[in-house]
Structures are given as C-alpha cells and as structure tokens.
C-alpha cells in the first residue's frame, strides 16, 4: 500500500471505510486517468491533496466503521484545518452534516451545519427516491463548472440533508425540494452518485479535481 | 421530475452475449463487455446484466467478470443469476454492481428477500418474474425447467412488494425475442397492484412499442436486450423517439437526433437527399468530458 512516486504528483485517496461503492468510483476516476489510492491508513491519509468520501449504507454505521478505524481526528485537521478538498457522495455527503435521524439519531462529523432528514415527498411519490431526476444548478462552480444546464443524475436515497441556503449548490425536486448538492469553502457533497451519472457525472468528478488542481 | 428508464439486458450464456427466443433458443451476440460498452455509450439508463446459464450449471455469480464489466458502465447497473444468499450480493455489490435480481433462489426461499433487503435496502434488491400465458391464464414460471409455478402472478408481485424487493423485473415468456411488443395487458396487470417500480421486458420490436410500455402499460422502465443489440444508436433513436411522443427521459448523448422525423412505428424517415449531401462535409466537434 502507499503512495507511488510520492513527490511528483498531487495524490487523490479515496476513503475506505468498508461501506460504499469503491469500485464504481474507482471506475470513474481510472476511466478519466486520474491516479489514486483507495485506503484508509492514517500516513496515507496525511499525505493525500484531496479526499473522495463515498458512502451506500446507513448513517449510524458509517460513523461507528469511521470512529472504529480511528480516523475521524486526522481527517478533521485535514480537511477543517489544513483546508483539503473533500468531495462526499451520498451517504458521504450526509455524514459531513451535524447530525441524522435514520433509524434513531445519530451524531455526524459536523463539518456543515445541518441535518439529515427522512423525506416526505407527496402522494404518488415513493420512497427511495430512485432513478434519474434533472437538478437545478445553485452554485456552479466548482463542481458543476463543466456541466451545461440543469443536468440529469442518478439519485438513490431515502433520507437527505436541509442546511443553511448559502451552502447548498444544487437542488432536486421529488414532489418538493431537496438539497443535492452542497458547498462550503473545501468542503463539497453531492446526494446523487456522479459515478453512475454518465457523461455528466465524469464531467463532475472532473470539475471538482480541476478546482483541487490535479490533472 | 423523476424521468422514465429505459432498460438494456444483457443476457449471457456461457460467457457469451445472446439473443434469447421464447426462454429456449439462443443466438450468439457477441461479447458481454462489448454489449455493455456500447449500451453505455448510446445512452442507456440502466443496464440489467443477466447470466442465464450460472443457476443451471449451479455456479456463483462470475464475480471477476462483473469487476471487468462494471469499468465500461457508468449507469446503474443489475446483475443476475447464480445468486442464492446474501454474501453473494455482498460480493456484487462490492465488485461493482448497483443492484442484484434474483429469480430462483426467491421461488424456494421467498424470505431471501426480506434479509436481502435489511442489509443492501430495498433499492438494491430487485426480483425477476418469468411469466407465461398457458390456456388464457397467466402463470409463474420457473426458468430452469419452464415449469409452471402454482403462483398468481398479481399475489407473487405484490408479496415479494411486501417483503422489501424494491424493484420487478417482469419477462414475458410468450414475447421473448419474438418482437410483437410488449405484452400490454401483463405489465398493466402488475405495474396496477404493486407501488414499487416495475421494469417491463420481453417482446420490443420497435420505438413505438416503448412508448405503448409507459402510456397503457405505465411501467417505469422498458428494457429490451435483442432490439437494442443491432441498431447502431439504437437507444438514442429510441429517445428521440419517446421524447417526441412526450414522454419524459434522460436525453445527455452528444447526438441527440432531435431534429430527425420518425414514422408510425419510431423508424427513422428518410431525410431529403440535399440534407444528407450537406450531411457528408459537416465537422463533428469531439466530446468533452
């Protein structure tokens, strides 16, 4: 494990918590040439540029996987203090969020003010909210800098973030609207999964790792 | 809003991609990666990866094959066939796959469903549903023998509903490879009793056929494997197609043949012969990423 040529290139690490889609993002990101490393080791993580935080599960059993692996503090004075990018990918994005009420309640990361809720879309809606649903671009850049329009994404989740209006990058509307997409200084989440999202989805990911400035 | 789907099957035997005929004849296509690669490209929304030959034999999903696979596809992807536990689609799930669809394994153990479900939710779950019309009456069939199950197509949906399956893969073995469109009157019947998504399959012969599945059959996916396979761009035709017809749908391929007309059945017409002498200089751009 580790880095190769560790001194030439910006590294990008993507964060293996034991739940979550690795290989669909590790797909996407080799299919657009970029290097990285799936891992979650703590000199690793120090010596990363920029952080993927993916996430298919429950809230509460991610962050039991994150504090058991003990790396919750590195990964604060990574991102929180030494400003990294992270880019968190549904459930990825929920944990950054102070706190969830999936099957309880449960206490995020904190990184951005706001809560998880379950979704209460109206008659004739179901829940999950699966499939592909077109979203409106708040905050363009970075992540939707690529991206022309109000592009489609797959969307699968029950539950979804509400926080402050000056964060959010991207809405969705299922029966009302929900956040899709967030944005605070280095700190990015999308609820939708770019790495299943086609060509829009790539030019995401791309987007995002121009504004970490590895290409 | 939350678009319509269409769906690409692709159905493999003995890993080989194949035309499948009324569930027992079968032709070759050609590579299943290549298939999956091609699907993706024309813009396809999901892709349903079947491998019909992996129960019978009584082997394990060909786990390495869908790791190889999973690289040339960024929609969702379902993949079936030889699953018959939960680790199984653990496995999937980690080598790549979005959702898993289970057909036999649910026929013994319907419960499979419901622990399936506790672990990867019910959007990861979706159940196949082979069906036949035998003497005016719709029965439950068992692919491994086409035999008949003693089941009630509506009460078998609206059961596995009820245990947490989030999705119905529904074939029709009558409509199989025959292309005379979808059964109608069966996807109707399912898409009516259960509130969860119903993907139709078996039987599209031609872009109209598709819209017939979402206007009379309300499905909220159309899959087809055969008629997608031989058509160059035949999956953006198709949207260009529904999209004209006023259905909702994911339209984000470079060609996006907007401006083309179709005839009655979806075909493209033919275009005027000065448009297409223009058409043989015209510069196309290269897509960005």
Known sequence: ??????????????????????????????????KFL??????????????????VGAFGEAMKNLTR???????????LRRNKPILGICLGMQIMTEDSEENGNFKGLGWIKGHVVKMHPKKGNSIPHVGWNNIKVILKNPLFSRVTGDANYYFDHSYH????????????LYGYKMTAAIANNNIFGVQFHPEKSQINGLRLYKGFFNYCNIF | MLKQRLGGVVVVKDNLCVQSIGFHKYLPIGKPEIAVEFLNKWGIDEIIYLDISATKKGLKPDFETIKYISRKCFVPLTVGGGINSVSDMQKLVRFGADKVAINSAVLKSPELVNKAAAVLGNQCIVVSIDIKLVKGKYHVISYLGLQIVEKDPVKWAQILAKLGAGEILLNSIDRDGSAKGFDLDLVHKITNCVNIPVVACGGAGNPDDFSKAFTIGKANCAAAANFFHFTEHSVITTKAYLKKKGIDLRIDTQADYQSFEFDDTGSIAKMSD????????????????
């Open chain 1, 1 to 34: 494990m580790g880095f190769k040529n560790a001194f030439t290139m910006k590294k990008i690490l993507i964060i293996d918590y034991k739940l979550g889609n690795h290989q669909s993002i590790a797909n996407a990101l080799d299919f657009l040439g970029y």
């Open chain 1, 38 to 55: 799936i891992s979650n080791v703590i000199s690793d993580i120090l010596k990363a540029d920029a952080y993927i935080l993916p996430g």
């Open chain 1, 69 to 79: 692996l003990k790396i919750i503090d590195v990964l604060e004075q990574e991102v």
């Open chain 1, 161 to 172: 973030v509400i926080c402050d209006k000056k964060n959010v990058a991207g809405v969705v």
């Open chain 2, 274 to 289: 000065s448009y297409l002498a223009e058409q043989r200089f015209k510069y196309c751009p290269p897509e960005t990423i």
